[in-house]
């Protein structure tokens, strides 16, 4: 008789473990699919409610998915991923800009069609092109820092200063020359 020929008891109580054996492993791979949808589906990212942040420069930032980066404004919807997630380019916030832009990290310029983001607002430069963002009550900038001097500037890029670096080099950059004959580079 083979080893493999069977008959009567034997034979159904081998059958029965084979059985057995094939539920229990059919069992033990449902729960590890399972465990393994409930991973990626039941514990997922949640998105920040609230992505208002203070960025390294005291500014008004986004917060990241990992709830730790924050970034300044002017890396939203710049086509470079700045979270790992990629929400700084997310296309529903990047498809109406600045509507869809957390109010806060938007600035509108002294003509409403124009805005910028608000680290670009009293940065030294002429980002309105009105220089609304530097000058006057919606802006509210402090005085021109020590790396600046105060004049009329020549140059359309400027304010009310000019960066002290462009002081004497030959070159006007204030209406009444003071950059050459008064600043001095610190
Ligand atoms: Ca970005
Ligand atoms: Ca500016």
Redesign the pocket.
């Known amino acids: 008789m083979s080893s493999d020929h069977c008959c009567g008891e034997c034979c159904s109580c081998s059958r029965r473990a084979i059985c057995v054996s094939a539920l229990v492993l059919a069992g033990l791979s449902l729960t590890v699919t399972g465990v393994t949808i409930a991973l990626v589906f039941a514990v997922p990212k949640q998105p920040p409610v609230n992505r208002e942040c203070r960025t390294s420069q005291n500014g008004s930032g986004f917060l990241c998915d990992d709830r730790v980066t924050c ?1 300044p404004p002017s ?9 790992l997630s990629g929400a ?2 997310s296309q529903h916030m990047c498809s109406d800009l600045p509507n869809n832009l957390p109010s806060n990290l938007v600035f509108r310029c002294g003509d409403s069609r124009f805005w910028i983001f608000v680290d670009k607002k009293c940065n030294g430069m002429n980002d309105c092109g009105d220089c609304s963002d530097e000058i006057g009550i919606y802006a509210a900038c402090p005085p021109c820092g020590p790396q600046w001097w105060e004049c009329t500037p020549v140059e359309f890029q400027y304010c009310l200063c000019i960066p002290r670096s462009l002081c004497k080099d030959g070159r006007q950059h204030c209406y009444d020359w003071s950059d050459e004959y008064v600043c001095t580079r610190g």
């Open positions: 970034l890396a939203l919807c710049d086509g470079v991923h700045n979270c700084d380019e």
